[in-house]
Each structure stands twice: as structure tokens, then as C-alpha cells.
């Protein structure tokens, strides 16, 4: 059974960083994609940024330049470095695993949440003016 267990949100002040890791286990296709989502209390979830299985990345705009998606070594923690932290940042962080059907190409901007197959409970992170 898939798991993904974030960690390491936070409350920090606008401009500080933050590192987000997502714990996954249980998966054992070598094909796959894995993301990260945001989700404001009353929206809907907002795809941040997404890495694939070939080592690809994509980012959304709003974070382009201030945050990058990694992977460690052994592809079972998903990590999210979070600098220049925004105001607009605050919200609840999901990563997610996209291991069945690709609906569209990953390289474009905006990947709704329905493609993805596996979810986190998420973590939350808080930015202080």
C-alpha cells in the first residue's frame, strides 16, 4: 500500500526558508511522478511543482526561481526547498504520486490535482509579514 508522509512545515518569517520532505513507501513501478500541492483553507488544491521518474521538473510560476523539488538518492523522500518565502505562501502542503495514467504532458504549467493517484495528509507552513 502506497504511503506518503510529509514533514517539516513550519511558521517563518517572509523571505525565510523552509524544507518540506514527504516520507513514500510501498510504491514499486519505476515509472512515476511525483508533486507538490498547495491548499488554502476554502480553495482548491494548487499545483507548486513536480518532478518525474526521468529526473524532469516543473514548476508553477508563483514559485519559479524560489523553490526547487528533489529527490534523495534512494527516490523514497520527495523534498520541497522552499526560499524568499511570500505572504501568499502560507497553506497546507500535499505531495502527491501520479503512478498510473498520464493524462497530458508533465512540462505543462497547472497539473490538476485528479491526475494524481496518491495523496499526504500534508503539512502546513505559516509566513509571518
Known amino acids: 500500500q502506497v504511503q506518503l508522509v510529509e514533514s517539516g512545515g513550519g511558521s517563518v518569517q517572509a523571505g525565510g526558508s523552509l524544507r518540506l520532505s514527504c516520507a513514500a513507501s510501498?510504491?514499486?513501478?519505476?515509472?512515476?511522478?511525483m508533486g507538490w500541492f498547495l491548499q488554502a483553507p476554502g480553495k482548491e488544491r494548487e499545483w507548486v511543482a513536480a518532478?518525474?521518474?526521468?529526473?524532469?521538473?516543473n514548476y508553477a510560476d508563483s514559485v519559479k526561481g524560489r523553490f526547487t523539488i528533489s529527490q534523495a538518492n534512494a527516490k523514497d523522500t520527495l523534498f520541497l526547498q522552499m526560499n524568499s518565502l511570500k505572504p501568499e505562501d502560507p497553506a497546507m502542503y500535499h505531495c502527491a504520486l501520479l503512478g498510473g495514467i498520464r493524462y497530458g504532458s508533465l512540462s505543462a504549467k497547472g497539473l490538476p490535482a485528479w491526475w494524481f493517484d496518491y495523496w499526504g495528509q500534508g503539512t502546513q507552513v505559516t509566513v509571518s509579514s
Open positions: 518532478l518525474d521518474s526521468d529526473g524532469s521538473t
Open positions: 510501498g510504491f514499486g513501478n519505476n515509472r512515476y511522478c
